[in-house]
C-alpha cells in the first residue's frame, strides 16, 4: 500500500513537470545562470578579499568545534522562519503581474548563492574536502528545498500566463486560488528541508570537522 502510494506520487510530480516543462526550462535557466555567475564571480575574486574568507571560514570552523552543545530546537525555529519567509515572499511576488521579475531575481539570487559556496569552498579547502563539506553542509537539505523554490516560482509563472491569457474575475480568484494550495504545499516540503537541515547536516558537520 505505501509503495503504491509513493508510485502515485511520483506520477503526480512526474505528470506536473511534463505539463508545465516551459516553465520549468525557462526557472531552471535563470537558477543555472546563478551559480554559474557565483562560480565566476569567486574566480575572478581579489587575492585579499579571497584571504579574508578564507579566514572567516577557519574562525568559523574553530569556533564550531569549540560547541559542545547546540540548540537544535532554536536553530529548527531559525531556519524554519527565514525558509517560511522566503516562500511567502515568492508566493506574494507570483501573486501579481509585476512581481514576477522579483521572483526570477529571487531565483537568480539563490543560484548565486549555491555557486558562490560550493566554488568557494572547494577553492580553500580543496577539491575533497570541499566537496565533502558542501555534500554534508548543503546537498541533504537543498535536495528538498530547491526544488521547492524553482516548483513555486513555476507556479506564479504559470499563474501570471493564465492572467495575462484570461483576465476575467473568476479566473482570476481560482488561478490565485490553485497558486496558494500548491504554495502551501511547497511551504511544507520547505518545512522539511529545514528539519534535514538542522538535525542531519549540522549534526554531519560536526562530526566533519573532527577530522578537518
Known sequence: MKDKKEIKVLKVIKQHIINNKKEYAIVFLIFIIGIFSGVFFINHMQEQARTEITNYLNQFIEKFKSLENINHIELLKNSMIQNGILALIIWF?????????????????????????????ITIMGLGKGLSFVFITL????????PAILALAVSGLKLYKSIVKDKRKENIKLEILRHTMFSFIMLIVIMISSAIEIFMSINGLKLFIKYF
Open 139 to 146: 546537498f541533504l537539505q537543498n535536495l528538498l528545498l530547491i
Open 93 to 121: 511576488f507570483g501573486t501579481t503581474v509585476i512581481g514576477i521579475p522579483v521572483v526570477f531575481g529571487i531565483i537568480l539570487y539563490r543560484g548565486f548563492c549555491l555557486g558562490y559556496t560550493i566554488s568557494l569552498c
